[in-house]
């Protein structure tokens, strides 16, 4: 009997992919070697960096002027980097505060220059998205987090700031449609909708670049990057060869609009079920709630171990809330297919009716 | 009939260890789930980071006061992440030049204070590992590359600097002993005798950090992945999963000594068969050579492609020569074994004896 899988990441993965991934680590391309054994310069690995680079502009219908690269460090060194690349020394940027990533991102390019932060819903727990003020004159960007996963909360749709964006889309990346032209930069950690851990996407308008004034060591420079196509240095291969694969099933299964199609009306079911089932509440307000991450927790807390003993023995794992929101969180990433979000909608029933 | 791996890195790993990662891949630890679908914070991986920390500890000896963490970013990040945590603002260091990579080194270090090259051999194609003039006075570190891949040159011993050292040791790790008390930091990419692309390891003098006076990004502060015992942020799950299974390797097999053993003899074999064919002559000086990569070429450039077709035959893989000093290249990590330098020694003479 098959796991369901609501982890928060790293996560579930589809099934196809594990096996190709599990195979190529016993024997790649015919080659009589590990996928992990050959030279990340051979023609095999080659052609992997590029067809996932080429996939993610394909997938994502990005601008001719924008670059793809697959990096190391997570986003929690993107916070860093993002910041390094489009902040002009001298320069200011404004971020929105919506979540602990947020407030690292904005940690982080506090090293760099002046940032305002033009929103917050830090004093509510980031218990929803919040509004924002117009970022001030010579504002170079504004940087929010699109998808907050601790808190189950997601931006409706793409700010309209009136200033280039920069994003931190670790946790919707191709999970839905956007239109890419309004960014200067975004970058995600894989290991949620594109792959394993290890590796973390960085797409970016090249014409952006280069006009901060900084010296950049090599590795935070995304054109020293973008100059080698992603191989500046030996990249994390198994990672982005297992993005590829995650790639290809997405556009194998009709392209990130089709999963967009899919991950609402997963969440249209559990969040259907939090309203109306009175044993639950959800987090984060409705017009702020997440497609990848619902968060609800349960009124009576003593009912609590019933629970936890039901969702177990139906197979769910991976349900427990993060330790700032407390409660339960159940991740629905683009491999989590519909009958595991119905299958814990039955367990909130049953336990319901048990009375 | 298996492939003689001589691959430079990526490169050649126990086929035990690549098909416990495959099965991982598939399934891990009875779970129900891959390694690459589980959090990072489950009581599975976390027992896999602290099992690499600790058998890396072990097997290198190191004092107490060390500290082992398991990042991203390769040696390429390490160059500048070295030089961040350890050389004070308006700090000075010294820097042996030995190769491509101790270049680079020096131009990340000199984003951060006052470099003091005190050794290069560039003038000669890095054929040998230059002699080094004493560190200036006030000098923090002096940083080397133990083991020069693309050139086949190694420091023999541990250089005597009269300072506190801080190496790249990408390439040789885990290969031979040293005494870790002469060290700082010393740091190296798991991709040769550790593991996969995607983590590099750093290991330090924990009372040595935290006295530059300088604000570091946090990814970049090893003192904040230290406090978050190496899971400041995600890991690269699936890297540091196969590294541990290399490190139990090369326990099960005597540890580092026994590697050390088996290293000398196939450098041993491969030299002798370098310096007594006539038709062959090596690279690197005789005292600079490495023990884990053999640079040499044909004296005669016409027999290249028939020895090219002959080597090909015998299932020898990646022994071409990187295109800074041409010719060949054997590359020979732990987990290669002496039979395929054998078989490599056994063509050079089958060529020898066609006349």
Same mark, same amino acid.
């Given at each position: 009997?098959?796991?369901?899988?609501?982890?928060?990441?790293?996560?579930? &993965?589809?099934? !196809?992919? *594990?096996?190709?991934?599990?195979?190529?680590?016993?024997? #790649?391309?015919?080659? +009589?070697? %590990? @996928?992990?054994?050959?030279?990340?310069?051979?023609?095999?690995?080659?052609?992997?960096?590029?067809?996932?680079?080429? &996939?993610?502009? !394909?997938? *994502?219908?990005?601008?001719?002027?924008?670059?793809?690269? #697959?990096?190391?460090? +997570?986003? %929690? @060194?993107?916070?860093?980097?993002?910041?390094?690349?489009?902040?002009?020394?001298?320069?200011?940027?404004?971020?929105?505060?919506?979540?602990?990533?947020?407030?690292?991102?904005?940690?982080?390019?506090?090293?760099?220059?002046?940032?305002?932060?033009?929103?917050?819903?830090?004093?509510?727990?980031?218990?929803?998205?919040?509004?924002?003020?117009?970022?001030?004159?010579?504002?170079?960007?504004?940087?929010?987090?699109?998808?907050?996963?601790?808190?189950?909360?997601?931006?409706?749709?793409?700010?309209?700031?009136?200033?280039?964006?920069?994003?931190?889309?670790?946790?919707?990346?191709?999970?839905?449609?956007?239109?890419?032209?309004?960014?200067?930069?975004?970058?995600?950690?894989?290991?949620?909708?594109?792959?394993?851990?290890?590796?973390?996407?960085?797409?970016?308008?090249?014409?952006?670049?280069?006009?901060?004034?900084?010296?950049?060591?090599?590795?935070?420079?995304?054109?020293?990057?973008?100059?080698?196509?992603?191989?500046?240095?030996?990249?994390?291969?198994?990672?982005?060869?297992?993005?590829?694969?995650?790639?290809?099933?997405?556009?194998?299964?009709?392209?990130?609009?089709?999963?967009?199609?899919?991950?609402?009306?997963?969440?249209?079911?559990?969040?259907?079920?939090?309203?109306?089932?009175?044993?639950?509440?959800?987090?984060?307000?409705?017009?702020?709630?997440?497609?990848?991450?619902?968060?609800?927790?349960?009124?009576?807390?003593?009912?609590?171990?019933?629970?936890?003993?039901?969702?177990?023995?139906?197979?769910?794992?991976?349900?427990?809330?993060?330790?700032?929101?407390?409660?339960?969180?159940?991740?629905?990433?683009?491999?989590?297919?519909?009958?595991?979000?119905?299958?814990?909608?039955?367990?909130?029933?049953?336990?319901?009716?048990?009375?």
């Amino acid at each position: 009997m098959k796991i369901h899988n609501f982890s928060a990441g790293p996560c579930i &993965l589809p099934p !196809e992919v *594990l096996n190709e991934a599990a195979a190529a680590v016993g024997e #790649f391309n015919g080659l +009589g070697l %590990s @996928l992990i054994e050959i030279s990340h310069r051979s023609k095999d690995f080659v052609a992997v960096m590029e067809e996932a680079r080429e &996939l993610t502009k !394909e997938l *994502l219908h990005l601008p001719d002027r924008f670059d793809v690269l #697959f990096l190391q460090g +997570g986003a %929690s @060194l993107g916070f860093y980097t993002a910041a390094i690349n489009l902040l002009p020394t001298e320069g200011r940027a404004a971020y929105v505060d919506s979540g602990t990533w947020s407030a690292k991102a904005i940690k982080e390019a506090e090293l760099l220059g002046k940032i305002d932060v033009v929103g917050s819903s830090k004093a509510s727990n980031y218990d929803r998205i919040p509004t924002f003020s117009a970022p001030p004159k010579e504002t170079s960007f504004m940087h929010y987090t699109s998808n907050n996963t601790i808190f189950g909360t997601q931006f409706a749709s793409t700010p309209d700031a009136g200033v280039p964006l920069v994003a931190d889309m670790s946790s919707d990346i191709f999970s839905r449609t956007f239109d890419a032209n309004l960014f200067h930069l975004f970058y995600a950690g894989a290991q949620k909708n594109m792959g394993p851990a290890g590796t973390v996407m960085y797409a970016f308008d090249k014409e952006a670049m280069s006009q901060t004034g900084r010296a950049i060591p090599s590795y935070l420079d995304l054109t020293v990057h973008a100059g080698k196509d992603s191989m500046f240095n030996t990249p994390p291969v198994f990672s982005v060869f297992v993005t590829l694969l995650t790639l290809r099933w997405i556009k194998a299964n009709g392209g990130v609009a089709v999963m967009q199609k899919r991950n609402e009306a997963k969440s249209s079911l559990i969040y259907t079920e939090i309203d109306r089932n009175p044993l639950f509440e959800g987090h984060a307000h409705v017009d702020s709630r997440s497609h990848m991450n619902a968060t609800f927790r349960l009124l009576d807390e003593s009912k609590t171990e019933r629970f936890d003993t039901m969702w177990k023995s139906a197979k769910i794992s991976g349900l427990k809330g993060h330790r700032s929101v407390g409660g339960y969180r159940a991740s629905m990433y683009n491999a989590l297919p519909l009958e595991s979000v119905q299958t814990l909608v039955d367990v909130m029933q049953a336990l319901e009716h048990e009375g």
